[in-house]
């Protein structure tokens, strides 16, 4: 048990922080994005915590159970994001905090453009563009074919540079 526990803790220690990412950049909220990610480790320990499973694997499972969570949270609950000004400087005169704080303010424009898309959608785009995963890797999380998990990634980033273009952050 105590080799179990060893690699539960290397898995946790390992994952932790990209499940939380992945998570927040799905909720665009912090607590909901940890709350989530305590119940993705929790089912994960639950129901493969003695599966024997690679860490590779095990990773890839805890992205599905991190998914899933999110999806029947987003269905229960209207998630709303809540924007800390006070992170920001406004009125600074330093000319690389200012542009700092421009390319986050992109940064957060975009990431509310993932609403718009597909629960499937989004999770490609995630998957593929923040997580940096493989067409193999985004498939076998989403539960699709890789010719799938291809096209929900072109079809998210052409919907998301409409979008982008739509609110005039690209020029045409």
Do not use: C, W
């Not at 860490?55 to 800390?84: D, G, H, P, Q």
């Not at 390319?103 to 593929?128: T, V």
């Amino acid at each position: 048990m105590s080799d179990n526990l060893v690699s539960m803790s290397q898995i946790y220690e390992r994952s932790h922080k990209r499940i939380f990412d992945f998570l927040y950049k799905y909720t665009q909220n912090a607590d909901t994005a940890m709350d989530l990610m305590q119940d993705s480790f929790l089912s994960f320990h639950k129901h493969y915590g003695n599966a024997g499973l690679s860490e590779e694997k095990s990773i890839m499972v805890l992205y599905t159970i991190a998914r899933n969570l999110s999806i029947n949270y987003a269905k229960k609950f209207s998630t709303s994001r809540e924007i800390a000004s006070d992170e920001i400087e406004f009125h600074s005169h330093n000319p690389k905090l200012e542009t700092k704080a421009e390319y986050q303010d992109l940064e957060d424009r975009l990431y509310s453009f993932l609403g718009e898309l597909s629960e499937e959608e989004r999770s490609a785009l995630l998957l593929k563009n923040v997580e940096g995963f493989q067409l193999v890797q985004i498939a076998e999380v989403l539960g699709v074919s890789v010719s799938t998990a291809s096209r929900l990634v072109i079809k998210a980033t052409e919907k998301v540079l409409a979008i982008a273009k739509r609110e005039n952050l690209v020029p045409d």
